[in-house]
Nanobody
């Protein structure tokens, strides 16, 4: 069983920055591929970013590429998402999740455990 808890969400003006954190339980954190997803009101949950456990490679959705950075700190069992140059369309609930996929994982069905989410709101 893996438990995840996101934090760091909030209200920010367009152009601002936030750093999301995802604290996880379990002794095998370093062997999970990790991902961030988001869900805006009335929309489906969508992929944001992923970091593979096997080699640390990353992948991003086109909408956030160049603005968001995913990273992990295995010693602290924590995943991060640095979000810069935020836009109103980034407003959503952000979720972290774990996957047993060896490489990067961009599909929802590749993830088994999810956190409850943290709200990010970007005002124009």
């Amino acid at each position: 069983q893996v438990q995840l808890v996101e934090s760091g969400g909030g209200l920010v003006q367009a152009g601002g920055s936030l750093r999301l954190s995802c604290a996880t339980s379990g002794r095998t954190f370093s062997r999970y591929t990790l991902g961030w997803f988001r869900q805006a009101p009335g929309k489906e949950r969508e992929f944001v970013a992923t970091i593979a456990w096997i080699d640390g490679s990353t992948s991003y959705a086109d909408s956030v590429k160049g603005r968001f950075t995913i990273s992990r700190e295995n010693a602290k069992n924590t995943l991060y998402l640095q979000m810069n140059s935020l836009k109103p369309e980034d407003t959503a609930v952000y979720y972290c999740a774990t996957s047993t996929t060896l490489g990067v994982a961009t599909k929802i069905y590749e993830y088994g455990y999810w956190g409850p989410g943290t709200q990010v709101a970007v005002s124009s």
